[in-house]
Nanobody, 126 residues
């Protein structure tokens, strides 16, 4: 069982930066690939990016590639989403999630993730 608690987020001007954190409980956190998703107002949830259980491989949606970076600190049981050069269209509720199966790769299908953080709001003003 994995429990995820998010922190960070808030209001920032376009061009600014924010960092989201996702702290996990559970001894097997290091065996789960993780993903970040977001849900813009009035839209469906979308994949932002993911990181493998060993932290060696990351993947990103085209819309955030080059601006967002995902990392993980196994010792702290925490993953991070560093968001730079933020745009108003990045405004959304952001969620971290853990894959339902250990050692599985991250991917854009939210149905593959069994554990979710509580969500945190990010608002980018123009």
């Amino acid at each position: 069982q994995v429990q995820l608690v998010q922190s960070g987020g808030g209001l920032v001007q376009a061009g600014g930066s924010l960092r989201l954190s996702c702290a996990a409980s559970g001894r097997t956190f290091s065996t789960y690939s993780m993903g970040w998703f977001r849900q813009p107002p009035g839209k469906e949830r979308e994949f932002v990016g993911g990181i493998t259980w060993h932290g060696l491989t990351t993947s990103y949606a085209d819309s955030v590639k080059g601006r967002f970076t995902i990392s993980r600190d196994v010792a702290k049981n925490t993953i991070y989403l560093q968001m730079n050069a933020l745009k108003p269209e990045d405004t959304a509720d952001y969620y971290c999630a853990a894959r339902s199966r250990a050692y599985a790769t991250p991917g854009p299908d939210s149905a593959l993730y069994a554990y979710w953080g509580q969500g945190t709001q990010v608002t980018v003003s123009s």
